[in-house]
């Protein structure tokens, strides 16, 4: 079983896929967390994430053991992070890791922009989780100030509608429901009721005959 959640940052999507996966007994990967990783990498050798060769190679070195879950989840890394998700040669050296771990025989969980649309299109359950602009950027700055990052409501809001239309007007794989994705939209619910109403769209679907 593959269950693939998308969403733009901040709906709540990476918590509803890590409660799936705990609740199905799924492995689960965060596929923006190699993005975010990859951007990291790039500003971390002194080169612009939106560089393609300097994205490519950092993407190349990638170890997913590796990676630091505290320094890719800053605001900084979110952005450059979109910078590099535009480069196709990037997409396209992460798609091959991502479709590997997908292929595991148990089954598994996967949150990203593409996963229902391109790394998953055969996905036996499909989530397009969002949220409103002004919800998702009170939740990301909540989550930054909790680990001691200021930034202003604004400039971060600013941050996110600026990646929310990279990432949904980029070419390769842009964000986008996949067309027999189930909408989860999260604005007015707590996590612990997304996360029911998603566990309720994931046992409908199974109960379908050929699921």
């Known amino acids: ?25 799924l ?13 990291l990498a790039a500003l971390d050798a002194g080169a612009d994430p939106a560089d393609e060769n300097a994205a490519v190679a950092a993407a190349e070195a990638l170890d997913l053991g590796a990676i630091d879950e505290a ?19 990037v997409r396209a050296v992460l798609r091959r890791a991502q479709r590997a771990f997908a292929a595991d025989p148990k089954g598994a969980v996967l949150d990203g922009r593409d996963i229902g649309t391109v790394i998953c299109p055969d996905a036996t359950v499909k989530l397009f989780v969002t949220a409103s602009l002004p919800v998702r950027t009170q939740r990301r700055l909540a989550e930054l100030r909790a680990r001691g990052e ?25 964000l986008r429901p996949a067309s027999d994705a189930h909408l989860l939209d999260t604005t007015d ?17 199974l109960a379908q005959p050929g699921a």
Not at 9 to 15: E, L, V
Not at 27 to 39: E, F, M, Q, S
Not at 74 to 89: C, D, E, K, N, R
């Open 71 to 89: 320094r890719i989840r800053t605001s900084a890394a979110g952005v450059a992070a979109s910078h590099v998700a535009a480069i196709p040669a």
């Open 150 to 174: 200021q930034i202003s409501y604004a400039d971060l809001e600013r941050q996110i509608a600026d990646r929310d239309a990279r990432d949904m007007n980029r070419k390769d794989s842009p």
């Open 27 to 39: 492995k689960r990967l965060d596929t923006g967390a190699l993005y975010r990783a990859v951007g």
């Open 189 to 205: 619910l707590s996590i612990e009721a997304a996360v029911e109403a998603a566990r309720r769209i994931v046992d409908t679907a």
């Open 1 to 25: 079983m593959i269950i693939a959640v998308d969403g733009p940052t901040a709906s709540g999507k990476g918590t509803i896929a890590a409660r799936l996966a705990a609740h199905y007994g």
